[in-house]
């Protein structure tokens, strides 16, 4: 696994997170660019999620309970089926409320507020995982919500890409400073092997589908920042003016590379913390 280091402190960390965070933002004091940007890659990342999970795990059927963790605004898991079960947690309270607007039910801020008897067919962590210092114990407090024969669904980044290899501290998924860990394949698997779980699945995918136009951009933007970091920081600041509230601006690049991983960790994980203590 590769991670930020040094690792920062919770303190630090949640500066990354202000109430107009772009993940969970309404979006309306962003640059109008940036807004329109944003919700299209959002309605699309929620479309090809659901066929990807669906590719693995088969159709979602109207008995499916889904827990959506960091669920934000909540687009991916509206997006579900209507007669599925859909719920969420997420701890902006602006981004659950908007969550709860379009029929997600919010559970609470955190796993650790969820009560022993809420269990789920199917828990997903997407573009999560990666902004948690201990990513080991963000899924056993999944674990531990899921019912027998259930998945636990994690999409993120690809360290074991090639262009990740490439680029290195400079590839764009590793350059948002709410970026502090980037579980591998082994780390998923040794995980595996420590909770009793079943065999891995992993998809190697992109973050989205591009245009020929965007895939030359987005691919010239990551290798400007692999040039010069400093002189893309300033490019950035100037475009956004005070429009941004972002400090740093990080190369943008997702669907460029082959980049990302969806990864699915068999059911019946946690037999030995479930409801009251025992399945």
């Known amino acids: 696994m590769r991670y930020l280091n040094p690792r920062p402190t919770a303190a630090a960390l949640a500066r990354h997170y202000p109430d107009d ?8 004091r962003e640059h109008w660019l940036l807004r329109w940007a944003f919700r299209l890659l959002q ?5 090809r999620r659901l066929r990807q999970i669906e590719a693995a795990t088969g159709r979602l059927s109207a008995s499916t309970r889904v827990l959506d963790v960091g669920c934000g605004s909540g687009e991916f898991v509206a997006s579900l089926p209507a007669a599925i079960a859909k719920a969420g947690v997420e701890p902006s309270v602006a981004a659950a409320a908007r969550a709860m607007s379009r029929g997600v039910v919010i559970l609470g801020g955190s796993l650790e507020q969820l009560s022993p008897e809420r269990c789920f067919d199917v828990i997903t962590l997407i573009d999560v995982i990666e902004h948690v210092p201990e990513p080991a114990a963000l899924l056993q407090l999944a674990a531990r919500h899921l019912n027998p024969g259930g998945v636990i669904i994690v999409s993120t980044g690809d360290p074991e890409s090639a262009a990740w290899r490439w680029f290195a501290a400079r590839f764009w998924y590793a350059t948002y400073p709410e970026h502090v860990s980037f579980p591998s394949r082994r780390f998923f698997e040794l995980w595996l092997a420590d909770h009793g779980g079943g065999s891995l699945q992993k998809l190697r995918t992109r973050y989205q589908r591009l245009p020929v136009s965007k895939w030359v951009l987005y691919g010239l933007i990551q290798v400007g920042y692999f040039l010069g970091p400093s002189a893309f920081h300033r490019i950035g600041r100037l ?11 990080a190369p943008s690049a997702p669907g460029v590379f082959l980049d990302h991983q969806v990864v699915l960790l068999p059911g019946a994980i946690e037999q030995e913390v479930g409801l009251n203590g025992a399945r």
């Open 21 to 28: 965070y772009l993940c969970y933002s309404n979006f309306d």
């Open 43 to 47: 309605r699309g990342q929620a479309k």
């Open 239 to 249: 475009i956004m003016g005070g429009k941004s509230k972002r400090r740093f601006f």
